[in-house]
């Protein structure tokens, strides 16, 4: 979380994690990319969030391997993306998968190179 935070309705400033979790908490919110958020309301009435996890930026494509975010040692591979998801096949299966942007970004991340 990053602090400070200032509310863009009425310009009060969140200082620190303390003065936010004195703040009405809203819920949490998960985008498609896998970014979660929780929300809190200011004083005012207007919604706060801050960023509890990153989500990916990175898109996937055809031909680039990703990672479980459980498992590194799961490898997939992407074969297709489409308008609803994306399709995959584990590295040592042969039976392709589909999950939506959502559930992929929350499933896996991709195989980052450390050389």
Known sequence: MSFPKTCKVCSAVVADQKAWVA???VGQSRQDWGEV??????????????VLERGETQDPHPG???QSKTNAKSRIYVMEVG?????FKYSA???????????F???FTPVRRTS
Do not use: H, I
């Not at 308008?83 to 399709?87: C, M, P, S």
């Not at 299966?93 to 559930?103: E, G, H, I, Q, V």
């Open 23 to 25: 703040l009405p908490f």
């Open 37 to 50: 958020q929780e929300l809190r309301n200011c004083a005012c009435g207007n919604t706060l969030s801050v």
């Open 64 to 66: 680039q391997r990703w």
């Open 83 to 87: 308008t609803g998801g994306v399709a």
């Open 93 to 103: 299966r042969k039976t392709r998968y589909f999950l939506s942007f959502a559930d």
């Open 105 to 107: 970004y929350k499933t």
